[in-house]
């Protein structure tokens, strides 16, 4: 089968688990999820994928972190967190020196899922419980990557060549 072939059916059936997974076994936002795996491939996918990946969409999240634990914690107005996000912005560029986070929208996704999840739970980065809007974030982008690695082995397995398959013999000219 061919590698566009397999993307089709494992796309498909990993999507509807991770919908599952993340709906009743582990309660993180399966937007996040799919952004961390979309960041997987993007960055190359294999076990580098996975960690650059990992590392920079969790550079991304502390570094949002960060920045709302400063909004948040000093109660800023609008545009003092705008300032903040400002900084943190800057911040993401200055850390993508280090090759590993070289990627700049990998960390991008990181501090913007973080965001994101904040403002659907209505919880701030200082919520002290299990459903911590920037734990539950980190969680879905360890989880996206994850995601990543399994559907690429299922896609080399499902595109692999049986390998009892005779090779055409190559013709001898005289």
Not at 38 to 63: D, P, W
Not at 67 to 80: E, I
Not at 122 to 130: E, F, N, P, Q, Y
Request: charged fraction near 5%; glycine fraction near 14%; hydrophobic fraction near 60%.
């Amino acid at each position: 089968m061919s590698g566009k072939n397999a993307l089709a059916p494992r796309i498909g059936v990993l999507g509807a688990v991770a919908v599952l997974f993340t709906g009743a076994v582990v309660l993180v936002p399966v937007w996040v999820v799919f952004i961390a795996w979309a960041s997987f491939f993007i960055l190359g996918g294999g076990m580098n994928g996975l960690v650059r990946s990992v590392v920079s969409n969790l550079t991304g999240l502390v570094i949002a972190t960060v920045t709302l634990m400063v909004s948040q914690g000093l109660g800023m107005g609008l545009v003092l967190t705008a300032v903040a996000v400002g900084a943190g912005s800057a911040a993401m560029v200055l850390v993508s020196r280090a090759s590993l986070l070289g990627t700049i929208p990998a960390i991008v996704w990181g501090f913007a899922s973080t965001v994101g999840t904040v403002a659907v739970t209505g919880r701030g980065v200082l919520t002290a419980s299990i459903g911590n809007p920037a734990v539950m974030a980190a969680v879905a982008l360890v989880l996206g990557g994850l995601f990543g690695i399994v559907s690429e082995r299922v896609a080399q397995v499902l595109s692999a060549e049986p390998a009892n398959r005779a090779e055409p013999s190559p013709e001898i000219s005289g």
